[in-house]
């Protein structure tokens, strides 16, 4: 009976705790909304934080996007063959990478290569009481430190997404038409023909973008809510990329469900 | 970093996005390729209409003209009401044929128009006469084997 009460307890605590964790996220980001205008009066600190964010993530984004579009062509190359249709190639690669691999994918090397990074910076900043020094000086962290790094991301997120899509397609390009032989006419006909503007193109820009939200505000938070410890620090870039990646994917699912019925 | 140097980068990298979302649409996507703007919209009446959507092309001579802007199911007469926009530009007589076809043995299908030889064309609003349904391959089948039996007898 104790165990019992014990374990039910622990499940009652951990879900509260869970929720506290929630509740201090959405406060946060009602915060940034709040502090927004003040950090958009120095638009250089945005500006920066771009330039960490999302330029400094662009050789990584652009390599792996090309070599996704290529094992997508070969694949998708070595399956169409055998129905006769290698022009159709063009098609499976675009609608893949703008509908899902574009987006998701940046998202997850996103988490890995932007999100640690603010968790990290962030989570330092705490533990060497730099956050505390800018309350003493009256300077709002939220205004100087936390939104700027927010809007950074959500402009960074959709940009990087997009060059992903293209740069993927690309690589499928080369694989096929280049190194396989597939006729470049088709290739981009096909694809023009099935791909649509407002459908599959905008639906793309709008995962990214719900994606980017996700991410950064995650990162944020965990490099905000860190214990200003080494280990705490450490723990909580972990908890970064897992529960970054873990929102991404859940929400890719939901979106898809939605979008493309 | 100084501070233009920074602009730069980040400069570059707002271009870099943009150019590849200037190349997702127009490039990969179909927004400069159906520039079909001012159209007018006909109607066609067909018993089945098999697997035709929205947005299918109409084809004339294997010319993409226009594009299917709704299908309904009219529930007094029983058959499909297919609503076709036809861009401006061309014009068809009163007498146009109909038909859905299918590009290829597995691809989509479209509806292909036929000018017949009237001296009046057809106008917004107006409805095209002569049809031809959707070939259904299970009618097909029951039909010939209908044939071949009747021929052993």
Not at chain 1, 47 to 70: C, D, Q
Not at chain 1, 142 to 159: K, N, T
Not at chain 1, 201 to 225: H, N, P, Q, R
Not at chain 2, 98 to 111: F, K, R, S
Request: with cysteine; proline share 2%.
């Amino acid at each position: 009976m104790n165990n019992m009460l014990n374990f039910i307890a622990g499940v009652g605590s951990s879900f509260r705790s869970k929720m506290t964790r929630l509740g201090a996220g959405t406060r946060l980001f009602f915060l940034i909304l709040i502090y927004s205008v003040d950090s958009f009066k120095r638009i250089g600190l945005t500006i920066r934080e771009i330039y960490f964010t999302g330029v400094l993530s662009l050789v990584i984004i652009i390599v792996s996007a090309f070599f996704v579009g290529m094992v997508l062509g070969l694949q998708g190359y070595y399956t169409l063959e055998k129905y006769g249709s290698s022009e159709a190639i063009g098609v499976l690669v675009a609608l893949a990478l703008v509908r899902e691999l574009g987006p998701v994918v940046t998202a997850l090397l996103f988490a890995g290569r932007a999100g640690t990074a603010i968790t990290a910076e962030i989570g330092l900043m705490k533990a060497t009481e730099q956050l505390s020094a800018m309350e003493v000086m009256a300077v709002s962290p939220v205004a100087r430190i936390i939104a700027p790094r927010f809007w950074a991301g959500m402009i960074s997120m959709p940009i990087l997404a997009t060059i992903f899509s293209m740069v993927g397609i690309l690589g499928g390009y080369f694989i096929a038409v280049l190194v396989i032989g597939v006729d470049e006419g088709a290739f981009w006909s096909q694809m023009q023909a099935n791909v649509d503007f407002s459908n599959d193109i905008v639906d793309g820009a709008i995962k990214s973008i719900v994606f980017g939200f996700a991410c950064t505000i995650i990162a944020l938070f965990e490099g905000f809510d860190a214990p200003p410890t080494a280990e705490g620090v450490s723990r909580a870039t972990t908890r970064t990329v897992v529960i970054s990646s873990l929102a991404v994917l859940g929400l890719d699912f939901i979106l898809t469900s939605f979008m493309f019925v | 970093m100084e501070r233009t140097k920074l602009d730069i980068w980040v400069g570059i990298f707002v271009i870099l996005g943009l150019a590849a979302l200037f190349g997702l649409a127009t490039k990969v996507g179909n927004l400069t390729s159906n520039n079909i703007k001012d159209t007018y919209t006909i109607y066609a009446h067909f018993e089945n209409i098999g697997g035709l959507k929205p947005r299918a092309a109409i084809k004339a001579a294997g010319v993409v003209v226009g594009r299917v802007n709704s299908i309904i199911f009219d529930t007094e007469a029983y058959h499909a009401v297919v609503s076709i926009d036809v861009d401006n530009r061309y014009i068809f007589p009163k007498d146009t044929f109909a038909n859905i076809y299918t590009a290829g043995l597995l691809g989509e299908q479209y509806i292909g128009l036929e000018a017949g030889g009237d001296m009046t064309n057809l106008a917004a609003g107006d409805l095209i006469t002569q049809t031809q349904d959707a070939v259904v391959l299970e009618k097909l089948i029951s039909q010939f084997l209908y044939n071949k039996a009747s021929e052993e007898e």
